[in-house]
Every structure is written in C-alpha cells, then in structure tokens.
C-alpha cells in the first residue's frame, strides 16, 4: 500500500454543463474511490478543476457573441456548483485561467525544450485570408471522408465519430468567414514522442520503467491496456504543442519565434492537475511536491475512453521527458453511457443534464448517484434509461434499503422507546444471510466485517457496480433478519429474541451509514442523523467500524438513544418519468424537423411503362476489389462478382469512397447495361447509387447475406 494517493478527476471543458455521461465516466468513480480511502484514514488529494483553453472556447464565444473570458467564467461557475450538488468531494476545483496554472505551464515548456524534447517544424497549415490568422482545427468545417457528412470538424465528425485531420476534409471551409481557406506555413513545436515509444510500452505492458515494477498491468483494465497497444502499434509519431491561437497558455516570450503561439490545449491540461494540487497545497499550508515526486505516492488518473492516449502515453512522456515525477500506477478509464438507445451528445442536447435534474430532483441527488453507479460503463459501453431510473429506485432504494431501515426506526422507537436493547448475545434467532441459517450475535457482527471488507476490495479494483451490490447486500440481509423473524409477532411470546434481532438490525443500519457513504453521501449522512451517531469526518470512519467488527463488538451500544426516523427515499411515479421522456422526445422532434428542413428532393422523372422496366436487368453483387484509376479523379475500377461472372466496372466514386473501403460491398448492378470505354478500359455494367441533392452518394446495397447474382425487380 501506498503512502499517500493523488487522484485526479479529467478536466471538464468550460465550454458546456455537466451530463450523467460525464458522471458516469470520471467524477462519480473517482468521488467514490476517494471517499472510501478517506473512509478507510488514507491520506489522499482529490483535484480537479475546469479545462479553459483551446479553440472550442473560442469558438463556443464567438457563437454566443461574447468573450472566451466570459465563457470560461459563466461555465465554470456552473461546473463548481453542479459537482457540489451532486456531491462530487474534490479537495479543490480549480481552474486553467488562473495565473499561477499558466506559470507551471510555461515552466513544463522550458525545461522540455531545454532538454531537447521538441523538434521545431515548420508545417502548412490552414489560413482564412478573410479575418487574416490561421484556424484550429476546430475553426474547419468540410465533408467528412467516412460518413460524408458535410460538417464535419476539422479534428473530429461528430456524426460517426471519427477523428479527423484537417487535411482530411473534403472541400474545407473556415468556420469565421466561410471561405476556403489556404496553406500557409508556420512554425511549431513537435513533442519527440517517438522518443519515448519503446519505454512507454514497456511501462505499460510490464508496469517496468529502467527495471523498476512502477505498476502492476494485471491492474488495468483490458480497453485501457487494448487502446494503448494499439497506438503503440502504429508507431508514435512528434505532435505539435503549439497552436496558433489567440486564447490559452502563451509560449515563454523568451523562446524565439513564440509570438502569436499558445501551448496545445493537451499539453496544458493535464498540468492542470499539478497546479491544482499547488493551488491546494497553498491554501491549506502543505507541500505539494510528494504527491507528485515521492514514488510512495499512487497517482491514480480518473476519466473516459476518449482521453486515454493523453493520459496512458502523452502526458507519461511529458512527466518522464521533464523528470522528476512518478506516473501513474492506474488509469481506470470508463466507456461511455448511451442515453435512451442513443449516444449522449452536448451539441444535439441530447443528455440528462445534471444541474437540471439537482434542479427538477432536489433532495434526490443519491438516486441519480445510485442509478449511475449501477449503470457505470466500467468495462463496457452501457445504456440509461428514464423507466429503469424509476424501477431502481422503487424497488432497491425505496423497497429494499427505505423500507428496511424505516422498520428498524419505527420498531425500535415502538418497542423501546429509541433505545437500543441489551441483549443476550448467546440467544439464538434466524439469520438474515439465508433462509433456514440459525443466527448467532458474534458471528454476524463478522458478516458484516467480511462484507465490508469485500466491499473495500471490490472499489480498490474499480469495479464500483460490485462494490454497490455488496453494501445494498447488507440492506437486504437486514430485510431477511426481520421478514424471517416476524418481530411484530412475537414480540409478546419472545422478547428477549426480539432484542437481538432488533439491536442486531440497528448494527446493520449503522453499517450502512458507512458503507454506502462513498456511493450515496447524502443518504448516508441522513443515516447517521437518524441513528443519533456523529456525522463522519472520512477520516478513518471504517477503518474504525471494522476494528471494532473484528473484535465482536456492536458499533451502536446498547442503551444508545436512536434520533427520529426521518425520509430516506421515495416512490418516483409514472407522470414524473413521462415528463422527462417527453422532454427527450421534443428534443428528438425538433431535430428531425430542422435536418427535414434541409433536405432537398430530387424532382420525380416522366413516367415510363411497365415493358420500359422489364427491358433492365439489375443483380447482387460482391466487390472484389477496386483501385483508383490513372489520371481520373473520379473513377474506380471495381472487379464486380455477379455470380455467373466476374465484371470490370468503371465508377465514378473515387471522390467519395477509398478504394479499401468499397472492397467487400454488397451492391446492387444495372447488369445490362451496353459495355462502354472510359480512360482505356471497358465498364461492363453500373453499380446502383443513391444520390443526395447536394451530391452526396451512398450504395444501394442487398440485406446482408443475399448470393451475387440474383435477380432484382
Ligand atoms: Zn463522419
């Protein structure tokens, strides 16, 4: 075990609120995660703060027709307020704006260009001559080369999710003046992350750097360790750091050329984290340095799929590359959460924002913590729905933990007053762990300390969905301890039983009030409010509560006065739910109404009879293969299987698909069609396409399976 933890939360971008795919994702598990070391006295710093550079700022203020300043001001203090909400626990949130942030940034820089980390280069970049500066690659707009979307980015498309290059676009545009933009050159400086490409992959896969065992790969989960092989695959290659940009860090003035340069928004963020724990460390008279240079430190980086190469393999090398700083022993990366069958979106509004649900569902922030955490994507991607947020919460929170704990209130009160009963520790009774299991005081006192200590195991693996399930097992177990003991019917006959059972159950809930605070914090401290117990510190809150398990002995003594019953969780009925699906559903209408808005038809052709139809003869078909065609722009050659036969056909798709990504297709051919010469070479047929309004084609392609050479008609 580690001396000390450092666990960082991935910046979120100032450019936009907060949805429970973030949650899922980053904040949610590594709240979680910290709160139980804290649980459990381990000296941990939870940073985090708002991501305020790079060219979606900029773009996002020029939208809104204000300032890059004023954005990162107004979501910020959006950010902060959302995770306070929600009960995210950061020890800071900071911000990359704040000078001192700028400082360590600048800092980073020096020293790698004093070491002979960059290589300086001199690229042509894109340049709108309109407004006179050159675009980030999110300032350019063009057709996406996959999916032929015409707005795609010139770093991403959104609508298929590749990552693009600006070179990649098809016809680009400049998103400030929408012109086409042209090439010019200018100067940047290039990370030699082909340098680091061998000890990064053994760090990675051995968890060895010089020989030295800095993490144990059996660890980390399989899509990080997948996703890092495979860019390690492809050969690292230098990246730039530098952008030529009016908004972020400034290159150090003193290093020549830096005027009208800013550090990439990737290289100045994850130092967001060490300026974070610097800012803390200030404020609360610390020294920051261990947590970043004592290798008894864990640095333990929490955040999505998307970010994974900047955290396992870009910033390692920075951290390497300027030495003095440990890595980091776990990058626990979740996959993404889908919303309602479809794929979370900040642009097409399609999210449970979480400062609208803190909102609509004040009071119920746990729930949405509960439903997040049994729906966390920790292996693979998974889905949230709005009918499966209300049966969670109907049937576990409210029938399972509510309802137990509301019993072992109301019973207790009834009984004895609100005090806890002195029992005789040898009586027996039914146990709660299962049907038939005669019960005994000491031994369940040890359930518990076994299950909590599963619990603890299962969260310092990550796997939180797990670790949730065996606390809410608890729940349950003191459900079964009263269902199977009827306390209200013999409590007459058999007092002194129900003493135990019931002082037993007040333990169970105790329990509780500790083991579920790293997931429902709020709950939790309601919990303790009821119990008349102090509210905990996260100081070594469990760490306690097992030493006292592990010797026998209750953690509630008897003769403990219990505080007033108070609401724990509530049904969510059906009109609740409708009126979130229906705010999805509007969102999903006035989509389709504003893309039914753009599209353009064709105008129909002259009628043709019958008999003109039977005259053509179409066919499946199996591409083969397919190459560009010399000195044609527009043509493929295509090796067409028909079944029967194999055919040449020319065409004209080169401007809208790679030859690699045609070959396999399954297509439809006019198979009749009068052999025509074109570029030296004979088309024997026309493979079938549908075409937009504005050009754009697709194949007419067979359901899946269909043999070549089939008639169709
Ligand atoms: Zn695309």
């Known amino acids: 075990m580690k001396k ?35 649980l459990m006295g381990r000296e941990v710093v939870f940073v985090c703060g708002s991501d305020e550079h790079g060219a979606a700022i900029t773009v996002k203020a020029r939208k809104e027709g204000t300032t890059p300043r004023a954005i990162v001001d107004k979501y910020h203090e959006m950010l902060k307020d959302t995770f306070e909400k929600i009960g995210i626990s950061f020890d800071i949130y900071h911000r990359t704006s704040a000078l001192i942030h700028h400082q360590t940034s600048q800092d980073f820089f020096r020293t790698l260009n004093a070491n ?53 676009l098809i016809e680009p545009r400049s998103m400030l003046s929408g012109s086409a933009p042209v090439k010019r050159p200018t100067k940047h400086w290039f990370l030699r992350l082909d340098k680091h490409e061998n000890w990064l992959r053994e760090w990675i896969n051995t968890g060895k750097v010089d020989g030295k ?18 860019w390690l695959d492809q050969g690292l290659q230098p990246r730039a750091m530098t952008r030529d940009l009016d908004w972020g860090v400034d290159v150090p003035p003193e290093i020549p050329g830096s005027e009208g340069k800013k550090l990439y928004v990737w290289l100045d963020a994850p130092i967001g984290y060490i300026s974070a724990t610097k800012q803390w460390a200030i404020d609360h008279n610390k020294n920051w340095e261990p947590y970043w240079k004592d290798e008894d430190t864990a640095l333990i980086h929490f955040i999505g799929k998307d970010n994974i ?4 393999l870009i910033f390692p090398a920075i951290l390497k590359a300027h030495g003095g700083f440990i890595l980091p022993v776990n990058v626990p990366a979740n996959q993404f959460l889908n919303l309602e069958g479809r794929k979370l979106s ?25 439903n997040m955490v049994k729906k966390m994507p920790e292996q693979a991607d998974s889905e949230f729905t709005w009918k499966g947020f209300q049966e969670t919460n109907n049937n576990e929170l409210v029938n399972n933990l509510a309802n137990f704990v509301n019993r072992v209130m109301v019973l207790t009160h009834k009984y004895y007053d609100g005090l806890v009963p002195v029992v005789d520790t040898e009586r027996a009774f039914k146990s709660g762990w299962e049907a038939d299991k005669a019960g005994q005081y000491n031994e369940e006192l040890a359930l518990l300390h076994a299950k909590l200590n599963e619990m603890g195991a299962q969260v310092e693996r990550f796997n939180f969905r797990e670790a949730l399930q ?40 105790a329990v509780l009030s500790v083991a579920l605070r790293p997931f429902l914090p709020f709950s939790a401290a309601r919990l303790r409010s009821m119990l008349n117990l102090p509210a905990l510190e996260e100081a070594g809150d469990l760490l306690d509560m097992l030493n006292e398990l592990v010797e026998g002995n209750p953690v509630v003594q008897p003769r403990h006065t219990l505080g007033a019953p108070a609401h724990l969780f509530s049904r969510i009925p059906d009109e609740v739910i409708q009126a979130q699906i229906d705010k999805l559903k509007a969102t999903e209408q006035a989509q389709a109404s504003d893309e039914g808005a753009t599209v353009n038809f064709t105008p129909v052709k002259d009628t043709i009879q019958f008999d003109d139809f039977a005259k053509i003869d179409i066919r499946t078909g199996t591409i083969l293969s397919a190459e560009k065609v010399a000195k044609s722009k527009k043509l493929l050659k295509l090796s067409v299987d028909l079944g029967f036969e194999t055919r040449t056909i020319l065409s004209g798709i ?27 070479t004979e088309s024997q047929g026309m493979i079938l396409l549908a075409e937009d309004a504005e050009g754009k084609l697709g194949f007419v392609s067979p359901e899946s399976g269909w043999q070549a050479g089939m008639s169709v008609g």
């Open 116 to 168: 002979g980390e960059f290589v300086e280069e001199t690229t042509e970049q894109y340049y709108d001559e309109t407004v006179g500066q050159f675009l980030a690659d999110r300032y350019i707009v063009g057709t996406c080369p996959v999916c032929a979307n015409p707005d795609a980015y010139g770093d991403q498309c959104e609508r298929c999710g590749s990552t693009l290059s600006p070179n990649d």
């Open 470 to 509: 065996l606390a809410m097992e608890i729940s349950g177990a003191g459900n079964a301890l009263l269902q199977f003991n009827e306390p209200w019917k013999t409590v007459k006959d058999d007092p002194e039983t129900v003493k135990v059972v019931m002082n037993l159950a007040v333990q169970y809930v």
């Open 654 to 680: 080169a401007e809208h698909f790679s030859p690699e990504e045609v070959v396999g297709k399954e297509v439809v051919v006019l198979a009749n069609l009068a052999p025509r010469v074109m570029m030296g």
């Open 346 to 370: 900040t642009s097409k509004n399609w999210a449970v924002w979480v400062h609208e649900y803190c909102a609509e569902f004040a009071g119920q922030e746990d729930v949405l913590r509960y």
């Open 213 to 230: 065992t800095l993490h144990d790969p059996a660890a980390w989960k399989n899509h990080v360790l997948g996703q890092c092989n495979s």
């Open 309 to 312: 190469v900047f955290h396992c």
């Open 4 to 38: 000390r933890y450092l666990v960082t939360a991935a910046l979120p971008y100032a450019n936009g609120p907060l949805h429970i795919g973030h949650l899922a994702g980053a904040y949610l598990p590594s709240d979680i995660y910290v709160r139980y070391l804290r």
